[in-house]
């Protein structure tokens, strides 16, 4: 990729092979996003190995997490959806809702171990007399657990806090079922694992250059893309965004309907002013109706204002499978608009700096 040590930047008409990736994946990001079947399976056996009791709580279950140790938290209150029977709520931020009380289950999630908010939110647990639940690799988090004799999930180390989705989404799932929080999907997920690796053949690598995944890459690349959920899939839009954050290192934003339908859908008026906006729709086969209507009759709308726009429908049977299959793709989709930039998807250097500069105050 490198011609007289200037880096040439591929195009939207270059392949996405492999080798092209990994000519800007340092890190190895795509075989950890290709490797996202396993991480469930793996995460199911992990959850079960650190052999916690049925403990109910019957004031639900709060997560607490930031970024990519969030995120799995919001993708199993979608995949639960109406077979949530107690409150599932996620908190991104330094404190606890304050209707938390001794009958909530606590999960802390924090791939690093380190992540402050979250520590902040481990101890006001602690202090609340709330049951806690940790998922982590290891750091002070880890080290607290240990000390207090809170349950740990194990994670294995060397990821990206963002490619450890799976185990996210299945710790959250399994510690909301031993609350009482929602029904054990333990063989949905099993299932969902071998559904995922098809749909990783149908959009990875190795598929063809007019698959899914480098089409939506190929339609994205200059353009800020606005992604847009509903229901199930609100979480799902919010993932995106931020995979196209982090991985891609450009800006994009998500939202959801019918929300958007009653404010942002106006703003698409002055988007070709101000710049280069694309859209994509995240649809679900169990989606309202109304909410189907609403997003073919936005799409239509806001057409002539967009620099691209995508319909895309979750694929699968179970709330799990049709989660993760757009997980799947929005991840594939972030790392070929790296490759299509000629970004390394895998460094978040800035997020590390301002970690550590927070650190010193
Ligand atoms: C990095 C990433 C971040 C982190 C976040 C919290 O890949 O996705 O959003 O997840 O900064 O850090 P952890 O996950 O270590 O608690």
């Known amino acids: 990729m490198s011609e007289g040590g200037v880096t040439a930047i591929p195009t939207a008409d270059a392949a996405l092979s492999r080798e092209a990736i990994a000519g800007v994946d340092s890190t190895g990001q795509l075989a950890d996003v290709l490797a996202l079947p396993d991480h469930l399976r793996d995460a199911l056996w992990r959850v079960e190995s650190a052999i916690m009791e049925d403990w109910d709580t019957s004031a639900g279950l709060v ?10 938290g919001a993708l199993a209150r979608a995949a639960l959806g109406d077979h949530a029977s107690r409150p599932i709520f996620v908190t991104r931020a330094y404190g606890l809702p304050p209707w938390t009380t001794p009958d909530t289950m606590v999960l802390c999630a924090s791939y690093s171990g380190n992540t402050e908010e979250t520590l902040a939110c481990y101890e006001s647990a602690g202090a609340l007399g709330a049951r806690r639940t940790v998922v982590t690799t290891g750091g002070r988090l880890a080290e607290m657990a240990r000390a207090d004799g809170v349950p740990l999930i194990p994670l294995p180390g060397g990821f990206q806090p963002r ?13 909301a079922a031993q609350c009482g ?3 054990r999907l333990t063989s949905e997920i099993d299932v969902a694992a071998s559904h995922t690796e098809q749909l990783v053949a149908e959009w990875g690598p190795d598929a063809p250059e007019d698959s899914l995944a480098k089409e939506i890459a190929r339609g994205l690349l200059g353009t800020t893309p606005v992604v847009v959920g509903a229901g199930l899939t609100t979480p799902i839009a919010y993932r995106w965004k931020t995979q196209i954050n982090e991985n891609a290192k450009q800006p ?3 939202n959801e309907l019918p929300e958007l339908d009653h404010n942002e859908i106006v703003g ?8 280069r906006f694309s859209a994509v729709f995240l649809d679900d086969s169990d989606a309202h109706p109304r909410v189907k209507e609403r997003m073919d009759l936005t799409e239509r709308l806001i057409a002539d204002n967009a620099a691209a726009s995508f319909r895309l429908e979750t694929r699968g049977q179970t709330a799990i499978e049709r989660v993760i299959s757009l997980v799947l793709l929005g991840d594939l989709v972030s790392i070929y608009l790296a490759t299509l930039r000629g970004i390394d998807p895998g460094p978040v250097t800035v997020l590390d700096e301002l970690k550590a500069a927070l650190a010193e105050r």
């Open 63 to 72: 997560v607490a997490g930031m970024g990519g140790s969030a995120i799995g």
């Open 163 to 175: 490619a450890a989705v799976a185990y996210m989404t299945v710790a959250a799932l399994e510690v």
């Open 181 to 183: 929080a929602g029904p």
């Open 252 to 254: 994009s934003f998500s």
């Open 268 to 275: 698409w008026e002055g988007a070709r002013e101000l710049g």
